[in-house]
């Protein structure tokens, strides 16, 4: 958690492809859905501050795709994964549909998961 994805903006329509090292059986994913950062200086809380993803499309390049919705609180930081029906993929797209406006029109991803399943 000591680095994230960030832009600018709401980010509705953006995207984070993930290129995994070969075809991956893939039964759980997850992110937590803004910027889980306090700054060290001031002590402000930047999760709190920026936009927080509410929505994802995750999309699997074996043509699975699953949406995955996310409580926004301020208060709740952490990973929210969810199991999905087992499906084998290489590349993993994230897709934001929604999210919720802070005082800083940025929105974050700060860790993803994807969660393999044992062979």
């Not at 999309?59 to 084998?88: H, L, Y």
Request: charged letters at 30%; glycine letters at 10%; one cysteine or more.
């Amino acid at each position: 958690m000591t680095t994230a994805w960030r832009c600018d903006g709401d980010g509705t329509g953006q995207q984070l492809t993930v290129d995994l090292a070969g075809k991956t059986k893939i039964g759980e994913v997850g992110l937590v859905p803004g910027y889980a950062k306090t700054d060290v200086r001031s002590g402000t809380d930047r999760y709190a501050e920026n936009d927080r993803i509410t929505r994802v499309r995750w999309v699997f390049d074996d043509g699975t795709t699953v949406e995955q919705t996310f409580d926004p609180a301020p208060s709740n930081r952490s990973m929210q994964s969810m199991r999905i029906p087992v499906t084998k993929a290489q590349k993993v797209v994230v897709e934001v549909l929604d999210s919720e406006r802070g005082d800083r029109n940025t929105i974050a991803v700060s860790e993803l998961r994807i969660g393999a399943v044992a062979r």
